[in-house]
């Protein structure tokens, strides 16, 4: 069983920042693909970001050259590093791993950013 705990969103104005971060039990972070996906009221859930276990990053059109998706595999976490905020980027963000005996999700973390 993977638990993933999602820290770091709140309230932030446009053009801030904010970084997220993602713990993940055992040794999550290094054996698989990570994710970061978003979902905005009324609206499905999307991927932002994801990393695969080789180091391979993956991002939204919405949000390439603004956000940054990272791992401390020491510290078995997953970064998501939001610059240049926008409110269409307002949403609840969750953490994903994508392992060999399933797919998990942290509970998400608030994102809301005010114009």
């Known amino acids: 069983q993977v638990q993933l705990v999602e820290s770091g969103g709140g309230l932030v104005q446009a053009g801030g920042s904010l970084r997220l971060s993602c713990a993940a039990s055992?040794?999550?972070?290094?054996?698989?693909?990570m994710g970061w996906y978003r979902q905005a009221p009324g609206k499905q859930r999307e991927l932002v970001a994801d990393i695969s276990r080789l180091g391979t990053t993956n991002y939204a059109d919405s949000v390439k050259d603004r956000f940054t998706i990272s791992r401390d595999s020491a510290k078995n976490t997953v970064y998501l590093q939001m610059n240049s905020l926008k409110p269409e980027d307002t949403a609840v963000y969750y953490c994903n791993a994508v392992t060999y005996f399933g797919e998990y999700w942290g509970p998400g973390t608030q994102v809301t950013v005010s114009s």
């Open positions: 055992g040794n999550t972070v290094s054996s698989n693909d």
